[in-house]
């Protein structure tokens, strides 16, 4: 099983340039999440979809733009980016549990930007 | 000050030791408590989740709340080099995983 498959694994960018960070999962889950993971800041919330049709906003949200495409995609655009955005993304899926909610992580996308 | 705090180590100890990792956290409302692990250049993998306090086991990995002191344990026995990696507590007022608080990570390393 693929579970969370992110592309892409690396990228480059230079200040002001725009990019997207594709997400699919193939496990059939309603909820879908990007998250940034800075030195010392742990997984930081970006922005999420409860379902279908529905996104809000995490912690971080600021810079940030994403679309949820249909049940299995989930993309995160930026669409200037600056240097403070240099960091590793990870998607994120989840599926209930009779106690709460359990995240499976894609492999992650490092990304730099210049 | 962060509401999770997380030693970040490096931890290095030898194969076959007992290895304790910590967090203490802030919020009292935190009722669901997590360990994550993530191996280098991977996505972090739920490795246990204890909800309320008490003691929570699974092979050789036990987790410990003590909600009374705001602080949570993860401990390994026999500790194998493929522990190897970093170690994330999480924890949540809420059962949803949108309200998840993360900890910055304990990088454990096994020496063989």
């Known amino acids: 099983n693929a579970g969370v498959t992110q592309t892409p694994k690396f990228q480059v960018l230079k200040t002001g340039q725009s990019m997207t960070l594709q997400c699919a999962q193939d496990?059939?889950?309603?909820?879908m999440y990007w998250y940034r993971q800075d030195p010392g800041m742990g997984l930081r919330l970006i922005y999420y979809?409860?379902?279908?049709?529905?996104?809000d906003k995490g912690e971080v949200p600021n810079g940030y733009n994403v679309s949820r495409l249909n049940k299995r995609e989930f993309s995160l655009r930026l669409e200037s980016a600056a240097p403070s955005q240099t960091s590793v993304y990870f998607c994120?899926?989840?599926?209930?549990?009779?106690?709460?909610?359990?995240?499976?992580f894609g492999s992650g996308t490092q990304l730099s930007v210049l | 000050q962060k509401e999770v705090e997380q030693d970040p180590g490096p931890l290095s100890v030898p194969e076959g030791a007992i290895v304790s990792l910590n967090c203490t956290y802030s919020?009292?409302?935190?009722?669901?408590f997590m360990w994550y692990r993530q191996y280098s250049r991977k996505g972090p993998e739920l490795l246990m989740y204890?909800?309320?306090?008490g003691n929570k086991e699974d092979g050789r990995f036990t987790a410990q709340v003590d909600k009374s002191s705001k602080y949570i344990s993860l401990f390994i026995r026999d500790s194998q080099p493929s522990d190897s990696a970093t170690y994330l507590c999480?924890?949540?007022?809420?059962?949803?995983?949108?309200?998840?608080?993360f900890g910055s990570g304990t990088r454990l390393s096994i020496r063989p």
């Open positions: 979809s409860a379902s279908e049709g529905t996104t």
């Open positions: 919020n009292s409302a935190f009722q669901y």
């Open positions: 204890t909800y309320s306090s």
């Open positions: 496990m059939n889950h309603n909820s």
């Open positions: 999480a924890m949540s007022a809420y059962s949803s995983a949108s309200k998840i608080i």
């Open positions: 994120a899926s989840s599926e209930a549990t009779p106690v709460s909610e359990k995240l499976f």
